[in-house]
């Protein structure tokens, strides 16, 4: 079975660019999530997908971040602009529940360096 | 907003040992709680799910407790083993079923 697919694996971009990073979830998995992790901490959700509606956006912050996922499918996370603070890991999973009360599956991630 | 708290500072045992990490939240008690373990550059893995009403949970070498009254959730390795050095999460989710992590916890299995 395919994991959770993510590109790219790396990004370095100056603040005040734009970026964008995707995400291929496993196959019949109706739910979806992006996480910022920081490093030391743990993951942040941002935003939780139920097939293509959102569920949870609560703390994606949105004059900056926006995300989408077409067709109930793969998903794309937007930075613009970015800043410094925006430097993290970016972490997809998926999972066949509508919540985390069932196995979430994360793909390995995107590293983001705001210079 | 639900605080999750895990000890910050790495685990260092010998092999052979039990590890025992620990995962302490405030507020609002979950319906379940996981772990996790994450390696380095890698996403978290999921170990262990357990509800509220079960009072532990194994899994091979892992063993899950939760507490409901304490808030407080151990993680046991036994018999650990130097590829158990990783950092292990617990997640649970807040009363709008949003999920939370904790900070993690670095366990290193020294041979």
């Known amino acids: 079975e395919a994991g959770v697919a993510q590109s790219p694996r790396y990004k370095i971009i100056e603040k005040r660019q734009s970026v964008a990073f995707w995400c291929n979830p496993i196959?019949?998995?109706?739910?979806l999530y992006w996480y910022q992790q920081i490093l030391g901490q743990g993951p942040k959700l941002l935003i939780q997908?139920?097939?293509?509606?959102?569920?949870?956006d609560s703390q994606l912050p949105k004059d900056r971040f926006s995300a989408e996922r077409l067709k109930g499918v793969d998903s794309t996370l937007k930075i613009q602009p970015a800043k410094l603070e925006d430097s993290a890991v970016y972490l997809c999973?998926?999972?066949?529940?509508?919540?985390?009360?069932?196995?979430?599956?994360f793909g390995q991630g995107t590293r983001l360096t705001v210079v | 907003s639900q605080k999750i708290e895990q000890n910050s500072e790495a685990l260092n045992i010998q092999e052979g040992k039990t590890a025992t990490l620990t995962c302490n939240y405030t507020?609002?008690?979950?319906?379940?709680l996981q772990w996790y373990r994450q390696d380095p550059g890698r996403g978290p893995v999921f170990l262990l799910l357990?509800?509220?009403?079960?009072k532990e949970k194994r899994k091979e070498r892992l063993k899950v407790t939760f507490d409901t009254t304490l808030k407080q959730s151990l993680f046991h390795i036994t018999a650990s083993q130097p590829a158990d050095s990783a950092t292990y999460l617990c997640?649970?989710?807040?009363?709008?079923?949003?999920?939370?992590f904790g900070s993690g916890t670095k366990l290193n299995v020294k041979p």
């Open positions: 997640a649970l989710p807040n009363n709008f079923n949003k999920f939370y």
């Open positions: 507020n609002y008690s979950p319906a379940y």
């Open positions: 357990i509800r509220e009403n079960e």
């Open positions: 997908f139920q097939n293509n509606g959102v569920v949870d």
């Open positions: 999973a998926s999972s066949l529940g509508r919540n985390m009360n069932t196995e979430a599956f």
């Open positions: 196959s019949g998995h109706a739910t």
